[in-house]
Structure formats: C-alpha cells, structure tokens
C-alpha cells in the first residue's frame, strides 16, 4: 500500500499556516475597525455579507476551502498544468477588456453579480508558476539571451496587458519576477542597467531637462578621455559610449516626456510630482487616450491621502489610541483606508508597537519563505517559492512606504490584510500551493 501521503497534514509547514492566519486575522480586525457602526450586532453583520469585514470573512473561508483542496493536491499537479494556467490567466486578462466595469480609474475588473474578479491579481499566481515551469526544463540554458528573452517575455507581457487596463500598481507587481531571474543566473548587469534607468527617469523629473543634457554629455566626454588609450585600440569603445549617451539623453528628452504623457494616468502623475514636491510640467499634455479632460489637480489634493495617512499614523504615539478608538480611520478622514491605506488603520489603533510587530510577522514570512526556497530539490519548487518572497515583498515595502509618503500612491494592497475578495484569494492560493510543494520537497518536479 502506497504509504507516501498517509495525512492531509505530513510535510505541511505548520509555522507558515499559522502565520497566515494571523495575518488574515489582523487584517479582520482592521477592516473591522473601520467600518464597524456603533449599536451593529456583530454576529448578524459577520454572517451577512452586506459589511465589507463580512465579505472578507466568507472570501476567507472560501481561500481555506481552496486551500484545502490544494493540500489534497499531488504536487506534479501544479507543473503539469502551469501553462495550461498561463493561458487561462491570459485568456482572462483579455476578457476584461469587452466585459470591464471602471471601478475608481481602473478598468481591470470584471463584475459577476455582486463579486468583482480582478484577473490580473489571480495571473500573479499563473506567472509564477509558468516562470518556474520555464526555468525549471531541463532544455533551458538561462546563459542564453533567449531563454532570458522568453522568461523576461512571460512576466513582461501580462503587465502591458494590465497597464493598458489602466493598472498601472498591480503591473509593476510582475516586475518583482525578475528577482527569481536573478537567483537563477541572470546576469548582474541586467540590474546594473536597470538601476540606472530608474535613477535616470528620477534625475529627469528632478533636474532641469537642459541642465540634465549637459550632465550627461560631461560625463560621456570625461568616459572618453579616461579611455582615450583603449579608444585608439578599439573604435568599438567610443561607439558604445556614444551609444550609451544617445539612449540616455533619448530616454531623458522622449520615453519620460511619453510615459508621463501618454501611458500613466494625469492623477498618477500628479502623485509622483506631489511626493517629490514639484509641480507637474506635463500637466496640459496629459491626454492618456479615453481618459477626460479635468481641471488640473491641485497639489493639496493630490496628496490628502497620505497626509491624513500620516496623520493618523502619527496620532497613534508609540503604544496607539486603541480598537475602535481611532479618530482619523474612524470617521472616513483616510480615503480607501480599509484597502489600500490599511497600514494607517493599524498605525492609529496600536501605534509604534503595533505596527513594528506587524512588520516584524511580514519579515519572519518572508524569512521564512526564502528558509523554504533554499531546502526545496526542485528547480520548480524553488523558483516558485522566490517568486512568492519577490511578490509579498514587493507589495509590503511598496503599500508601508505609500502610506507614510516614502513611494507614490500606485495603488496595491497590503498582502492577506487589506480588503479585497480576488487579492486575498490570490495571496491565499500562492501561499497553500507553496505550503503543498514544501510538503514533497523531497520530490524533484519538472
């Protein structure tokens, strides 16, 4: 008798469900917090899906009932059927477009009676798991810049999808894919590129656009002279100096001017200049095709979000004012602040501590996901559990950083805590299935 799987709960990485649990409980009692009417029969309103920490609740327990099925699951289950996922992901991604609801600036939600299904929170997972898949062949040699071209593609082309639904945050998301590249070869100076593309666009909105120019010319005429001797040895230096200079000062005076004009929405633009504290230059070419013309922001709108965020962060001292004792959350001075600004929720009722023990229980995850990565003998396994440490990271230090004015408003929710029936869901499932392939470890999965 096949004695393999004998209990639903052999292998199971009981510390890692138990954080989960506490997560989503943190996350009740926030949404709770803030939008619990005095006099409210609490038993009545749990149970009657009309409250939003009702709906939680019920999209709770459906993530425990899929959960339960994922740990019933043979884990070949999941690398036999990661593209089939891929492409239903895709399929579901591209529905959203004839069947779309605009939902507060963003068009990436398709409503089904009362529930709003969010597709390109659920392709998280099915990019992940097609990702792994892909590194994980045996015939994939990530030393080849078409393997790294066909791996960057599956990431890269759901997120211009999402970006064209005007989701703009949850596209980002995907880029954290590459840090699972990274673990598995890709070379160093992808990164090196790409951090000096940020810095780039970030020097464009800072410095004068002329002054800039200049910049660069210098430090292109101070790099020729500096390798003047292996100039005179190879032209091909000076060409790739030149080159070099031409794709800056092309990014500097035409891909920034385009981004901030045609691609990123005008009240997302206005959150960036805002959080720099400048004024926003592209303000009256601003014309993202479908989006109507408004009149201009101001700038003490543009961020009353996160300085009521801050406010009621800050209000909370170091041990917080107390459940259901908040000012600012309690009385709707924080827009959006039982999803995207939850943090606050938490910074206001139970202050310093409450928000470092928080933190902390995101960090021991996260330490303890990668701990998971690293013992796993599947290439597959492994890859799918950085991917799920890049995602929870990327959402936590992009959502904290939002909520106290570090990062720009973009948008994306606090992992397991913030209100949002498709991301806990999709949060939920990345984790069980990761649990499940921890439970065969052992296994080598292709």
Request: proline residues 3%; aromatic residues 14%; hydrophobic residues 50%.
């Amino acid at each position: 008798m096949n004695q393999r799987n004998p209990a639903i709960s052999k292998g199971v990485d009981w510390v890692m469900f138990w954080l989960y649990l506490l997560l989503v409980g943190i996350g009740l009692m926030s949404i709770f917090s803030v939008t619990y009417h005095d006099g409210d029969n609490v038993i009545q309103t749990f149970l009657g899906f009309k409250t939003d920490y009702s709906k939680q609740f019920y999209f709770f327990i459906v993530s425990m009932v899929l959960g339960l099925f994922i740990l019933l699951t043979d884990s070949k289950f999941f690398t036999a059927t990661a593209n089939i996922w891929y492409a239903v992901g895709m399929l579901l991604l591209l529905l959203v477009f004839p069947l779309h609801t605009a939902v507060k600036g963003t068009e990436s939600i398709i409503r089904i009676g009362g529930f709003n299904l969010q597709p390109a929170e659920l392709m998280k997972v099915f990019v992940n798991m097609a990702l792994a898949k892909y590194l994980s062949r045996v015939e994939t040699d990530f030393s080849k810049p078409r393997s790294q071209l066909i791996a960057a593609a599956i990431v890269v082309l759901p997120a211009l999808i999402t970006i064209a639904q005007k989701e703009t945050g949850l596209a980002l998301v995907f880029f954290s894919f590459f840090l699972v590249m990274f673990r598995e070869g890709l070379p160093p100076g992808y990164l090196i590129i790409g951090f000096s593309l940020a810095v780039l666009v970030v020097a464009t909105l800072i410095v004068d656009k002329d002054v800039l120019a200049i910049i660069l010319t210098a430090i292109a005429a101070g790099a020729i002279y500096i390798l003047r001797r292996q100039i005179r040895r190879s032209r091909a230096v000076l060409f790739v100096i030149v080159g070099i200079w031409v794709g800056c000062v092309g990014v500097q005076r035409f891909v920034v001017p385009f981004l901030f004009t045609k691609v990123l929405a005008k009240h997302q633009v206005e959150r960036i200049f805002s959080l720099i504290g400048k004024e926003n230059p592209y303000a009256a070419l601003n014309t993202v095709e479908g989006e109507e013309e408004a009149a201009p922001v101001k700038k003490k709108d543009t961020d009353y979000n996160v300085r009521q965020s801050k406010i009621a962060i800050g209000s909370g001292g170091f041990v917080g004012r107390g459940f259901l004792k908040g000012t600012q959350t309690r009385f709707d001075f924080v827009p959006e602040q039982r999803t995207d600004f939850i943090f606050c929720t938490i910074g206001e009722g139970f202050g310093f501590v409450g928000s470092a023990i928080v933190l902390g229980i995101y960090l021991f995850l996260l330490l303890r996901i990668v701990t998971i990565a690293e013992r796993q003998r599947s290439v597959f396994s492994r890859c799918y559990a950085y991917g799920v440490a890049s995602v929870f990271f990327f959402h936590i230090a992009i959502n904290v950083c939002m909520t106290i004015g570090l990062a720009p408003v973009i948008g994306i929710p606090l992992p397991l805590i913030s209100y949002g029936g498709t991301s806990l869901l999709s949060f939920s499932i990345m984790l069980f299935i990761l649990i499940r392939l921890d439970a065969d470890r052992q296994m080598v999965l292709r």
